[in-house]
């Protein structure tokens, strides 16, 4: 298991590659109860973000690591244009 110092790390490089802020990676509920990666509260579910620090870092390959970063661009893209349509037919 990543050390939490080095797993906030490691979101945090992500997040940034991503262009966005390290809250995403936590479901809305984590964040506003103040919960980070680290914490072992019952109502944190940081599991899926754990995974993927996890994955990523057993990607060692720079190929494999730029591949994911594509895909998690294009599904940010995806997410953010749904929303903007979303917010402009409400």
């Known amino acids: 298991m990543i050390p ?3 797993a ?3 979101l945090g490089r992500l997040a940034e590659a991503l262009g966005c802020p390290v809250e995403i990676f936590f479901p809305q ?3 506003a109860a103040g919960c980070t990666s680290g914490d072992a509260f ?3 579910d940081a599991l899926p973000t754990l995974e993927l620090l996890r994955l990523w870092e057993t990607l060692r390959e720079p ?3 730029q591949r994911v970063l594509a895909a998690a661009r294009q599904e940010a893209r995806t997410l953010r244009a749904a ?3 979303d917010a402009a037919a409400g």
């Open 4 to 6: 939490t110092v080095q």
């Open 8 to 10: 906030d790390a490691l």
């Open 29 to 31: 509920s984590t964040h």
């Open 42 to 44: 019952p109502d944190c």
């Open 63 to 65: 190929v494999s690591r």
């Open 83 to 85: 929303r903007a349509e």
